[in-house]
């Protein structure tokens, strides 16, 4: 199975320099943090999609059509019942619809979407070794950003000895759908042990073949590839700084807001 | 530029004679009852390859980890005794500070991988030892030259196979030029081909000059070796050369280790010494039966006709068939039946192909193939775990596209190559209850079957132990059992014997033979040869998702041309037994034979 989103790919982007690609990540999820109108998320998401036809991550977007599609349509749903400011549109017992729950509700989904779309758009196009460059240039000790990178590495191998284990349960006529939401929590117990015993024998031979390769022998190791930074990344970082000022503007004027009346 | 495949290799500390030098090495795990080395002490002169074999739990992988002192450094506990390598004691060094003098392969491939390309990986450690851009660019196209993935520079390692993977491991630390290169079970997990991959590296790194210390279950495939370390609870029993090591076949039994088939049949004709090879072995029993050689002519295979006919060899199969087990009954109504069966993973290739294929009650049958032939995937198809993109998987008769999987577990059960897959209950009892608990069978039932598996598999006095401190062999028992309480009519193993030693594994095939013999049908995935030949009565092997051969374990092996091409080679007694003209699966099989005729 594929143990990383990264998609070896030779575009403008996979080509920037790995701390202009966090900055790049930090920068979008600064811009959505700061708006709620969805209006004003609407550029931000035609960037996105154009960062994405540019660098060929549909795949992984198609990976991830579910979680897209689950979080962004139940967020949306949940906050355009739950809202309560406005003009009511409908209004009856426990459901409440006006104006800006439906702009309130599609704002939360949109931002939800973006942020997942964001961090889509940066493991397809960054490798762990990069993220490691990238967050070492911002200061970050060489181990955290080691184990960092690791982290999104392990994580597929985990999902994939969690699905093997829910195989195998199944088989000895385990039904993992019965009862109720706590009752099902439960009942994958015996899944989680064999996933946390799995885990903890495969960090501890993690760890010993890390440390038989030499890690952490100096706490500034080297890099095998240059990452000089070029023209293009001066001129990716001022796009992505003029973005993230202009959404804080958009904010600071309160023009990302939703308005109650 | 040097010659293709030729590496650097750290200048010997030339007042040194040793490269590695292990003095009165006692160490005990933390909460240990008993010392996992004790004693050992043992010296590796520059360039030689030392094989260090026994049983699971003799402390093979402790001595290789206190080799780059992964102990005591990394594992806790008591540590006595002094290791040098180049003739300098290791005392107070750190793990990392040893790396670049004593590389270290390890069994699990998948976990000595961290980098995307493979360019990255081979440079890692060279990273880490502050090596500067232009010596890595140097050191990296010599050190994957070497392990033959020159070209694959800019490969995924997810995306390369086991073998590819575990050359890539060794190449890694050949980047950084050790001098010595620990290899621990490096060939474990991997298929035949992988395997032989990396014993043919094994044997080219040796050839060039590498002091090699190489752990492994197989004796054969440290035949080659200069020295041949036993070890037995943790302290040396036997060390000498492979022809005075491999020649105590009872010892090796004992320790967990498989003998060689070529030294079983010099034993049993009364030869005696050691079979460097089946040339060798050929030779040497010819020259003791000269009678052979006439018998020889008799049954020759004209060299024309080996490539297309398989019947000669077959036809002259030994006389004591009657000691085989009988053939598979009736297919008029089999248990399964799969009907022209095609799948492929979401956005992937063809993972299975048109197969058919029938498994009768009581049947053995071996699946075996390259990883990434489709055994596993088809095994899937039977208990429901996947669902068909064309074709239909019958089971009992019904149709499995309208049963789920939880539905089947009375008809056919699955054991997962990894044991720890399954068992998450506190004790032994809990864990073997739990299938028949789900189906809601009364408590009388239950009990009554818990002690009838649990006596079968030989875990009855282990009632109430943790299942996470068994050994890996009795926990795959007790997965085993598992799913024996349901009773099911067929059982699918995914290489059961998987990092067994020799004992494990006469043990699991006892077991599962026995269980044959009740009436249950066996379905075994396997890479192992002696495997087959020894207990399955019917093999399918699979290639690129097609099945390419669905047949008698006889005609399997005697069809010489099918095993080249699919990479499979057959036991050393078969082998030999083909020199002859006759088809063996076994040493006792080829002896009977060339007694008969000698």
Known sequence: ?261 | MKTEAQIEIAAANPLSREAVGVEGLTFTYHGGERPALFDVSFSQAHGEMIGVMGASGAGKSTLAKCLNRIIPEFEDGDFRGVVRIGGAPLADLRIHDVAPMVGMVFQDFEAQLFSTNVAHEVAFAMEQVGMGRDEMNARIAPALDAVGLHGFEHRDPTSLSGGEKQRLAIASVLALRPSVIVLDEPTTDLDPEGKAEVFELIQKLRAQGLSLVVIEHESVELRASDRVIILREGAIIAEGTPAKVMTGLDLLEECGVHPPDLNRVFQMLGIGGHATSIDHAYLEIVTRFPALLSVRAENLVPASARHDSTVSVADAAPSCQSSLPPPGRSLSHPLVAIENLSFAYPNGPRVLEGVNLAIGEGDFLAIVGQNGSGKTTLAKHIVGLLKPASGRVLLGGRDRAGMRAAQTAREAAYVFQNPDHQIFAPSVEEEVSFGPRNFGLAKDDIERRCDEVLRSVGLENQRQSDPFLLSKGERQRLAVASVLTLRPRLLILDEPTTGFDYREIRTMMALISELNRSGIAIVMITHTPWLVAEYARRVVLMRRGRKLFDGAVREFFADTELLRTSSFRPPEATELGQRFGTLALTPAELVAWIKERA
């Not at chain 1, 440390?211 to 990452?227: C, L, Q, V």
């Not at chain 1, 990716?236 to 000022?245: D, P, S």
């Open chain 1, 1 to 261: 199975m594929r143990t990383n989103l990264y998609l070896d790919r030779n575009t403008f982007v996979h080509r920037l320099h790995p701390t202009v690609k966090v900055f790049a990540l930090f920068a979008m999820f600064w811009s959505v943090y700061w708006v709620d109108y969805p209006p004003a998320l609407v550029p931000l998401g035609i960037f996105m999609l154009c960062v994405a036809q540019l660098t060929g991550a549909w795949p992984n977007f198609y990976l991830f059509r579910w979680l897209f599609m689950l979080t962004v349509f139940t967020t949306t749903l949940t906050w355009m019942i739950s809202f309560r400011g406005g003009a009511p549109i409908v209004s009856i017992p426990f459901f409440h619809v006006s104006r800006a729950s439906i702009e309130y509700g599609l704002g939360r989904g949109m931002k939800l979407a973006e942020l997942i779309a964001a961090s889509v758009l940066f493991l397809s196009t960054t490798k762990v070794e990069e993220l490691t460059i990238g967050l070492r240039r911002l200061g970050v000790p060489y181990r955290a950003c080691f184990a960092i990178s690791l982290a999104f590495r392990l994580v597929p191998l985990f999902v994939d000895s969690a699905l093997t284990i829910v195989d195998a349960q199944t088989l000895r006529g385990y039904d993992f759908s019965k009862g109720g939401f706590f009752e099902r929590i439960k009942r994958y117990v015996p899944v989680m042990v064999p996933v946390f015993m799995g885990a903890l024998r495969k960090a501890n031979n993690m760890a010993m073949a890390l440390e038989a390769r030499a890690f952490g022998r100096t706490s500034e190791p080297t890099t095998y590839i240059d990452y000089p930074v070029l023209g293009s990344d001066v001129v990716a970082f001022a796009t992505l700084l003029a973005v993230g000022t202009l959404y804080f503007l958009i904010y600071y004027t309160g023009r990302g807001a939703i308005s109650l009346k």
